[in-house]
C-alpha cells in the first residue's frame, strides 16, 4: 500500500507537469496552424487592395520566421500572374497576432494580420533574422500590433 502511494505521489506530479507542457505547446502550435490557414486568404486580399491584382497567387518556400504565444511571422514567395498573363514572384511576409491586451479589453479574443512584400533573403539573412526576432520579441509584438489591420472574427472560422 505504502509503495502505491509513493508510486502515485511521484508520478502525479510528472503527470500534470507533462499536461501543462503540451498545453502550452499546443498553443504555440495553435497560433502557427492559424497563421497557415489564415495565410492564403489575406495574400488574396492584399493582392486585390495593394496591386489590384484578382485571383490567387501560389505560395512557395513557406518558413516560419518566428513563433511565440501571441506572434507568429512566416516568409515565403508568392508567384501570380498579371492582368497580361505574365507570371512573376515576389518574397512576402506575413505576420498573425493574437493581440492579448485588445482581446482583455474586449471581453474576446482578437487578431491582427499584416501582409507585406519584403526583400529576397538567402539563407544566412533568413538565419539572422530568426536570431534577431528571438532577441527582440517582445519589441516586435508592440510593432505588429501598431501596423497590423484587424481580422474580422467571422473570417477567422
Known amino acids: 500500500m505504502q509503495n502505491r502511494m509513493k508510486i502515485r505521489n511521484i508520478l502525479f ?21 492559424m497563421a497557415m490557414e489564415r495565410l492564403p486568404k489575406a495574400l488574396e486580399k492584399a493582392m486585390e487592395d495593394q496591386m489590384s491584382l484578382k485571383g490567387g497567387a501560389k505560395i512557395q518556400s513557406l518558413e516560419t520566421i518566428y ?17 497580361s498573363g505574365k507570371e512573376f514572384s515576389f518574397p512576402v511576409r ?25 526583400q529576397e533573403m538567402n539563407r544566412k539573412e533568413l538565419k539572422t533574422l530568426k536570431e534577431s526576432c528571438r532577441e527582440k520579441g517582445n519589441d516586435l509584438y508592440v510593432y505588429y500590433a501598431g501596423v497590423a489591420s484587424p481580422i474580422n472574427p467571422e473570417d477567422l472560422w
Open 13 to 33: 506530479p510528472l503527470f500534470i507537469a507533462t499536461l501543462f507542457i503540451a498545453a502550452s505547446c499546443s498553443s504555440r502550435k495553435g497560433l502557427e496552424g
Open 67 to 83: 513563433v511565440c504565444d501571441s506572434l507568429c511571422m512566416i516568409q515565403f514567395q508568392a508567384a501570380a500572374k498579371d492582368p
Open 94 to 118: 506575413y505576420v498573425l497576432l493574437h493581440d492579448v491586451f485588445l482581446s482583455a479589453a474586449k471581453g474576446h479574443q482578437v487578431y491582427l494580420e499584416m501582409v507585406t512584400g519584403c
